[in-house]
């Protein structure tokens, strides 16, 4: 589980191109996607390829590879073809309530052969007026559950959409929405991780929307290009508890691998070497 969710860019599971480019992106998860920058011709050809590149996932930079899948009838196949010993975790869009992750639940559960970690961890994408209301039972499934839910991701397009609002008039309109999605998911005891800015090439109003995502309680945004990755982590700092986290991991750890242990617990959870690298990540970014 990643310990930064300041970033997560969506990569086209269809392009070779941009599959290989994103072997060295410094975004907290990379994501590679299945499901809307891919046509329905091109999904399976997309599930070969992506699962060509979780064999190679030592390659990739990222802390995090996860795979956004689709919500429809396909994520069955979607999942008998990308759970694999190098995923970090899926992206579920659309998820209006629980039961997707039930349906998730029980794919895995039925796979011949899950690889040792399982399916890692899930975010469920939040898009719809149903699952800004339902978001709080939405982040606390995996109390209940074999999944282990991450975080959130807010969706603003589709919720617009579901609003019947027009973009140019909404973003404001849809503040609320906004807000509670990562208000609830925060009260569940999960990140949750803001919608995308759309125009590329509008830095000044990816910074605004960061600084406002920022303020309604986000950890972090979703990105759909690699020139947005920068501006993000700038914007999107370690805060004050994920720094004393950080502080303590990289006290508790060495210690603890001293003395022939390669896990010990910090603050009720486990932690190895994956999160001490986190921890020291983090404290770089701090300046401690």
């Not at 499901?35 to 390829?49: F, G, I, N, T």
Request: charged share 25%; hydrophobic share 40%; glycine share 8%.
């Amino acid at each position: 589980m990643p310990r930064l969710f300041r970033s997560l860019c969506f990569v086209p599971g269809n392009n070779p191109k941009f599959i290989q480019k994103a072997e060295n992106l410094q975004a907290d998860i990379v994501c590679l996607d299945l499901e809307d920058s891919v046509p329905d011709s091109q999904k399976e050809e997309a599930r070969r390829m992506i699962r060509g590149a979780l064999e190679a996932r030592q390659s990739y930079k990222t802390e995090a590879l996860y795979v956004r899948v689709n919500s429809d009838a396909a994520i069955k196949d979607d999942l008998k073809a990308i759970v694999h010993g190098g995923i970090d975790g899926i992206v579920i869009p659309k998820v209006n309530n629980v039961k997707v992750l039930r349906q998730v639940e029980e794919i895995v559960a039925d796979l011949e052969a899950p690889p040792p970690g399982g399916l890692g961890g899930v975010i469920p994408s939040i898009e719809s007026a149903e699952g800004v209301v339902k978001t709080y039972e939405i982040a606390s499934f995996g109390e209940e559950s074999r999944l282990r839910i991450d975080c959130i991701l807010f969706g603003v397009f589709d919720l617009l959409a579901d609003m019947r609002m027009e973009y140019s008039d909404g973003v404001e309109a849809a503040r609320y929405a906004r807000a509670r999605a990562a208000l609830d998911a925060r009260a569940a005891g999960v990140p949750a991780i803001d919608g995308i800015w759309q125009d590329i090439r509008d830095i000044r109003g990816l910074e605004q929307d960061c600084l406002l995502g920022r303020s309604l309680g986000y950890a972090g945004k979703s990105v759909i290009h690699p020139s947005q990755i920068d501006t993000v982590h700038r914007l999107f700092h370690p805060t004050a508890s994920e720094i004393l986290w950080a502080e303590k991991v990289v006290q508790v750890y060495p210690k603890s691998v001293q003395e022939g242990r390669g896990a010990t617990v910090v603050d009720n959870k486990m932690i190895d070497l994956v999160h001490y690298k986190q921890a020291q990540a983090v404290l770089d970014l701090a300046g401690r």
